[in-house]
C-alpha cells in the first residue's frame, strides 16, 4: 500500500478541515465499541493468522520493519515503540486497513463514488447558502464510513460514476472545482484527465449556448492580462542582479556565505538610490546652473604629484563632490527683465531655492532610508524567525524542491547542487545535539571563554585609544603645517599626511580580526553559528568604537574649531576625510584578498604540501561592509555624491570576492544553516550603523554652526535655520500660511517631535515582534496536538491489540477446560 501513495503536489495545506477529522476519529471509535462488543459476542469466530494471506494484504506487514530495525540497531540502546508487534491479529489488520490514511489509493472506484457524493452535497449546499465559507476542506479524506460506495459492480458502473462526477464538478464554480479535485487521492495524471474531460465538457456546452460576444470579450481580457502578469514575473525574476553567481555561490559554499553577497546585494541597492536620489536634487541642478566666482571661492591648491584620486583634495575639492561647492542663493534661469514706470521688474522662469532643497533632500534621503530598513527588517524577521523544525523542512526540501521546469544542463548541475549543499546542512543541523560535559570540563570552557573576552577587550581598548591620540597628534602636526612656509616639499608631505590616519584605521581593521579568529580557535566553539555570532559581535564592538573616535575627532575637534587648521569650509575637509577612509578601506580589503586568501593558499599548497584552503570569513566581511556604509551614511551631508565611491566599491568588492572564494576558499568543514544570519545583518545594519550615522548627521544640523565662507548654510547659526528662514518668508509672504511657522517651530524645531516618531518605529518593531512570537507559540501548540493525535491512535490500536489478545487467552482457556472435562 505504501508503495501506491503518491506524495505529489495534490497535497496542499489550504484543504484541511478538522471536521472531516472528527467524522475520523469517530468512526474509529465506532470500530472500538464494536470490537469491544464482539468480546462478550460468542457468535463471532476469531480468524486464525495466515502468513499468506496477510502477505496478499494491502496493509503493510508491521513484523518486518521490527525485525530489520532491531537486527540494525542492536548495538544502540533506544527506546522501542509498542505498536511494533511480532504478530497482529487479523481483526487488528482489518481496523488498520479501514483507516482513512490507508485507503488512500486503493480503490479507484470508490473514490470516485465518494467524491460524486461529495459534489452532490456541494451542489445542494448551494442552492440553499451560497457562501462557502463552512464548506467542509479535507487533505486527507477518509474512504470508508463516510458514504463510501464500495466499487465491486465492475468497469461500466464505475464509469458511469465517472461521467457522472465529471458532471457535477462541472457544475461547481472554479475555486470549489480545484479544492475538490485537489483533494481527491488520485494521481496526477488522473487528476489531469478528470480536468480536461470537465473543460472538454465545458466547452462544448458553452458553444452550444453560443455564450454572448461581451463575455467572450471580458473572457480573453482576464487571459491575456493573466499572461501579461505571468510574463512580467518572469522577466522580472530574470533580471535579477547577480542571479546565476549566488546560485553557484550558494551551491557549493552554502547558505553562510550566500547570506554575505545577498547582503553585498542590499547595500549597493541603498547606495543607488541613495546617489540617484542626491544626484538629482543637488549635484544635477548645481553642474547646470554652477555658482558665480563672487560666492564662490576655491581655497584649495591644486595637487600637480596626482595625489588627488587618494586624498580627494586638490582638483576635486572645487566640484560638485564636496558641500562647499554649491550655493547659498536661489538657482534662477530664463531671467527676463521688463521696463515699467515703476522701473525695471525682472522674474525668473525657473528658481531653485539650493539651501532649503539641500537641507531637505539630506532629511528626505534619511526618512526614506529608515523606511525601508524597518520593512526589511520586519520582513527578514517574518521569513527567519517563523517556525519551521529542520526535520520538517528536511522533508520538504528531499520531496518538493526540485524545479521540473528546469531543462538545461548547467541550470540542472547548478539546482543539483545547491539542492545536495541544504541537504547537508539540515543533516548537520538534525544531528547536531548538546553534549554534556562534566562539571570540571565546564568550569574549565567558561574560564577559557573569559579569558578569550578579556583579551579581545583589552585589544580593542588599546586600538581605540591609539587612534585617539594618533589622530589627536596628526591633528597637530597638521596645525603646524599649516602655520609653516608653503613649499613644494612641505605641500607634498602635507597631502600625504592626511593618508596616515586612515591607514591606521585601516591596518586595525585588517590585522585586529585576525587575531579575533586566533582567539576563537582557542575557544573551540562546536556549532559554526555560535562561532559566527561571536566573531560578528567582537567584530563590531571594534568598529564602532573606532567610529565613535572618529566622530569626535571630525565633530569636536575640526567643525568645532576650523580656524586652527585655516580652514575656510571645514565641511569639505570632513567630506575629504571620509573619502580617505572609504577608499583605504577598499584598499586594504583588496590587500587582505590577494595576501590572506591567494598567497596563503599557494604557500599552503606549494610550501605546507597541505590541501587545505582558507574557510571565507563571514563575520569579518560583513563587518567591513557594514564599517563602509556607515562611512558612506555619515559623509552624505558632507559630500553628497560619496556613495558613487561606495557603488564603485561594492561592484569591484563582489566580483573580486567571487572570483577570490571559487579559487582560494574551501568549503567549511561542519556544515551549518544561515536561517537568521540575513536578518541580523539587516538589524546591524540598522541600529548601530544608520542609527548611528543619522544621530551624528542630526547633531551637526541642528547644532554646530556651519562655515561662514562656503556652501548653501553660510551666514546662519545652524543648517536646521534654513528650514525655518524658509518658512517665516512663506508667511510674510502669504499671510493666511501664518500656522507653518508655529507648526515648523513645535514639530519639526523639537527634538520630542523626533523621540516619538524614534519610539513609534520602536513600538511597530515591538508589536511585530510579539506577533511573531505569537505565530511561533500557536505553530507549536498545534505541532503538540499533531504529536498527541498519532500517540491517541496509537494507544487505539494497542487498545484493539488488547482485546484481541484477551480474547484468545480465554478461548484457550475454555478449549482447555472443555479439552480436560
Known amino acids: 500500500m505504501a508503495g501506491r501513495v503518491s506524495f505529489g503536489s495534490d497535497l496542499h495545506t489550504d484543504v484541511e478541515s478538522p471536521a472531516d477529522e472528527d467524522g475520523v476519529h469517530d468512526s474509529f471509535c465506532q470500530l472500538i465499541e464494536e470490537q469491544c ?33 532491531s537486527e540494525s540497531l542492536s548495538d544502540a540502546p533506544q527506546q522501542t515503540d509498542n505498536l511494533i508487534g511480532e504478530r497482529w491479529s487479523s481483526d487488528t489488520l482489518k481496523v488498520l486497513s479501514s483507516m482513512p490514511s490507508r485507503t488512500i489509493g486503493r480503490s479507484r472506484g470508490a473514490i470516485i463514488s465518494q467524491y460524486y457524493n461529495r459534489t452532490m452535497q456541494l451542489r445542494r449546499r448551494r442552492q440553499s447558502r451560497p457562501s462557502i465559507q463552512h464548506f467542509p476542506r479535507s487533505a486527507r479524506p477518509s474512504i470508508r464510513g463516510h458514504g463510501v460506495e464500495i466499487d ?33 487521492p488520485l494521481s496526477l495524471a488522473e487528476k489531469k484527465e478528470l480536468r480536461m474531460l470537465v473543460l472538454n465538457k465545458g466547452e462544448h456546452s458553452l458553444s452550444e449556448n453560443q455564450i454572448p460576444c461581451c463575455s467572450q470579450l471580458k473572457y480573453y481580457i482576464i487571459i ?45 541597492f541603498f547606495n543607488i538610490f541613495l546617489f540617484l536620489f542626491t544626484a538629482l536634487f543637488l549635484a544635477v541642478p548645481q553642474a547646470v546652473l554652477p555658482p558665480s566666482q563672487d560666492t564662490h571661492t576655491n581655497s584649495t591648491s591644486r595637487s600637480s604629484w596626482g595625489l588627488e584620486v587618494l586624498t580627494g583634495a586638490g582638483y576635486f575639492s572645487d566640484s560638485v563632490l564636496y558641500y562647499g561647492y554649491y550655493s547659498n542663493q536661489t538657482l534662477q534661469s530664463g531671467r527676463r527683465c521688463s521696463q ?265 599548497q606549494k610550501a605546507l604540501k597541505r590541501k587545505r584552503k582558507p574557510v571565507f570569513d563571514i563575520a569579518r566581511n560583513v563587518l567591513e561592509l557594514i564599517y563602509g556604509q556607515t562611512l558612506a551614511w555619515l559623509g552624505v551631508l558632507f559630500s553628497p555624491l560619496l556613495p558613487v565611491v561606495q557603488i564603485i566599491k561594492l561592484l569591484f568588492l563582489f566580483y573580486m570576492k567571487k572570483v577570490s572564494l571559487m579559487m582560494n576558499c574551501q568549503v567549511s568543514g561542519k556544515p551549518w544553516r544561515a536561517s537568521q544570519m540575513t536578518t541580523i545583518f539587516i538589524t546591524l545594519l540598522c541600529f548601530p550603523s544608520f542609527l548611528g550615522a543619522a544621530v551624528c548627521v542630526t547633531y551637526t544640523m541642528w547644532t554646530i554652526q556651519p562655515s561662514a565662507g562656503c556652501g548653501p548654510f553660510r551666514g546662519l547659526k545652524t543648517m536646521f535655520q534654513a528650514g525655518k528662514l524658509w518658512v517665516r518668508d512663506l508667511a510674510l509672504a502669504n499671510p493666511s500660511l501664518w500656522w507653518l511657522e508655529s507648526a515648523h517651530t513645535y514639530l519639526v524645531e523639537n527634538p520630542l517631535f ?9 513600538i511597530v518593531i515591538y508589536f511585530h515582534s510579539q506577533v511573531l512570537d505569537g505565530q511561533r507559540k500557536i505553530i507549536e501548540l498545534l505541532q503538540e496536538q499533531i504529536e498527541n493525535e498519532g500517540e491517541d491512535k496509537k494507544f487505539l490500536i494497542m487498545r484493539l491489540q488488547d482485546i484481541h489478545e484477551h480474547r484468545r487467552v480465554r478461548g484457550q482457556r475454555d478449549t482447555g477446560g472443555s479439552s480436560f472435562s
Open 37 to 69: 462488543y464482539d468480546l462478550h459476542d460468542d457468535g463471532i469466530e476469531m480468524i486464525p493468522l495466515d502468513l499468506e494471506d496477510e502477505s496478499r494484504d494491502d496493509v503493510v506487514y508491521l513484523d518486518g520493519p521490527a525485525r530489520h530495525w
Open 152 to 184: 465491486g459492480a465492475g468497469f461500466q458502473e464505475e464509469e458511469n460514476k465517472r461521467e457522472r462526477l465529471v458532471n457535477n464538478l462541472q457544475n461547481l464554480s472554479v475555486s470549489d472545482r480545484v479544492r475538490m479535485l485537489r483533494a481527491m
Open 224 to 268: 491575456a492580462v493573466r499572461h501579461g502578469w505571468y510574463s512580467w514575473l518572469s522577466l522580472v525574476s530574470s533580471l535579477q542582479l547577480w542571479q546565476t553567481a549566488l546560485k553557484c555561490v550558494s551551491g557549493r559554499f552554502g547558505t553562510g556565505v550566500l547570506s554575505y553577497f545577498l547582503f553585498l546585494r542590499t547595500l549597493l
Open 340 to 604: 515699467s514706470s515703476n522701473g525695471t521688474s525682472c522674474d525668473a522662469a525657473f528658481s531653485y531655492n539650493m539651501p532649503l532643497v539641500y537641507f531637505f533632500t539630506i532629511g528626505a534621503a534619511f526618512f526614506i532610508t529608515c523606511i525601508i530598513l524597518v520593512y526589511s527588517m520586519s520582513k527578514s524577521f517574518g521569513r527567519s524567525f517563523r517556525i519551521g523544525k529542520s526535520k520538517g523542512l528536511l522533508a520538504i526540501k528531499v520531496f518538493s524542491s526540485w524545479d521540473y521546469k528546469v531543462s538545461k544542463k548547467s541550470s540542472v548541475r547548478l539546482q543539483r547542487a545547491n539542492i545536495s549543499t541544504q541537504l547537508k546542512e539540515l543533516v548537520a543541523e538534525v544531528n547536531r545535539q548538546q553534549l554534556k560535559s562534566p562539571l570540571l570540563q565546564r568550569l574549565f570552557r567558561i574560564f577559557i571563554h573569559m579569558l578569550a573576552w578579556i583579551m579581545c577587550l583589552g585589544s580593542t581598548l588599546a586600538s581605540v585609544l591609539g587612534v585617539y591620540y594618533f589622530s589627536e597628534y596628526m591633528h597637530k602636526d597638521l596645525r603646524s603645517r599649516v602655520r609653516s612656509s608653503s613649499s613644494d616639499a612641505l605641500l607634498l608631505l602635507k597631502e600625504a599626511s592626511l593618508l596616515a590616519v586612515p591607514v591606521l584605521v585601516s591596518s586595525i581593521n585588517l590585522l585586529l580580526p585576525g587575531f579575533f579568529n586566533a582567539v576563537a580557535w582557542m575557544e573551540e566553539y562546536d556549532s559554526p553559528s555560535v562561532l559566527n555570532y561571536v566573531s560578528i559581535s567582537r567584530n563590531l564592538l571594534l568598529k564602532v568604537s573606532v567610529l565613535g573616535v572618529l566622530c569626535y575627532h571630525w565633530l569636536g575637534r575640526v567643525a568645532m574649531n576650523p580656524d586652527s587648521l585655516s580652514l575656510q569650509c571645514w565641511e569639505s575637509f570632513v567630506g575629504q576625510e571620509l573619502y580617505r577612509f572609504l577608499l583605504m578601506d577598499f584598499i586594504f580589503m583588496l590587500l587582505d584578498t590577494f595576501f590572506g586568501e591567494f598567497l596563503w593558499r599557494l604557500f599552503s
Open 754 to 762: 523626533l523621540f516619538l516618531f524614534a519610539a513609534v518605529f520602536l
